[in-house]
């Protein structure tokens, strides 16, 4: 029998492509959001939509009562991390209370198997690099912070009322779909490759660069980028492991890209020059971040197949300059 999904964000930037990829291998998926952040032109037209919210909780209950759910994936989450320090209450409200709703609609439905996007940012500043698992958790945000009270939720559901859970904790999503057809569209924009490539395409004055004097080859930061396909293929097989598997995931490659390697990789692709500002240092902002990837591979067979920044930044120029929303 064919196992419906219900993907929560869903017409969200991972959510839109993990939607497309599951729809690929055979899943029935239903999308479930609130459209706040997500683009309804992102939601595959395979998928059947659903408007609801998390701080809504007959809206869920709606959805659970409705259909016959399988599991969840969860990505309905606010995600700004300057914003979550101005306004924290939104993103425990949200985040938090709104994943207590989202558990509580599930276990009245005997639904218990649910897929968490999580993030690194639930480490805090790196003690050592490349990070696991096993790295101290010490969130230096609310976004960081509501992220880590949900991991810990999960803990204590599982050992209450049996929840199967696996929370991916994934470092720098990038990149579009391959066809062209989905892709990043934030407002506002804050990761790094789209900035570069609107600079690229003077849609920006310029890129800034904060801080050349890192302990990095190049002095500039350093992160892990993870191509949008891999990570949805990395949820697919999540869910897939429940629940012989609960716990914590890290996704990333392993090996980190500088600002300056993004700027030059995507002047190469575009063929185009990108205006540069370079500025003082942000603070809080960390020399390396990058994954180890090791648990991943181990317990999902996981492995990312866009193997250079070079492949993930031209699927990025290809959707902006073909973009659909």
Known sequence: ????????????????????HLLDNGYRVIVAD??????????????????ADLLNSASLYAIFNRHEIHAVIHFAAFAYVGESVQDPQKYYLNNVVGTINLLNAMLANNVKNIVFSSTCATYGE??????????????????????LMIEQIFA????????????????????????????ESHTP?????????KAIKGERDSIHVFGT?????????IRDYIHIEDLAAAHRLA??????????????????????EIIFAAEKVSGKKCPTVYAERRAGDPA???????????????????ASIEEIITTAWNWETNRKF
Not at 126 to 147: A, L
Not at 189 to 197: A, C, D, F, M, S
Not at 213 to 221: L, Q, R, S
Not at 239 to 260: A, F, H, Q, R
Request: hydrophobic content about 30%.
């Open 288 to 306: 390396k971040l990058f994954a180890d990837n090791t648990k991943a591979k181990e317990i999902l067979g996981w492995q990312p197949h866009y």
């Open 213 to 221: 004097d890192y302990d990095t080859p190049d002095g500039t930061c």
């Open 126 to 147: 790196p003690n050592y690099i490349p990070i696991d698992e096993k790295h101290p958790q010490s969130p230096i945000n609310p976004y960081g912070k509501s992220k």
């Open 34 to 51: 609130n459209l706040v952040y997500g683009h309804l032109e992102a939601i595959d037209k395979r998928a059947a939509f659903i408007h």
């Open 189 to 197: 924009e804050t990761h790094l490759i789209p900035l570069v490539l």
């Open 1 to 20: 029998m064919t196992k419906t999904v219900l993907v929560m964000g869903g017409a969200g930037y991972i959510g839109s492509h993990t939607v497309k």
């Open 239 to 260: 869910l897939e492991k429940l629940p012989e598997y609960c716990g914590c995931i890290n996704l990333g490659t392993g090996t980190g890209t500088s600002v300056k």
């Open 156 to 183: 204590d559901y599982e050992k209450a009322y049996g929840l199967n859970h696996i929370s991916l904790r994934y470092f720098n999503a990038a990149g579009c779909s391959a066809d062209g057809e989905i892709g």
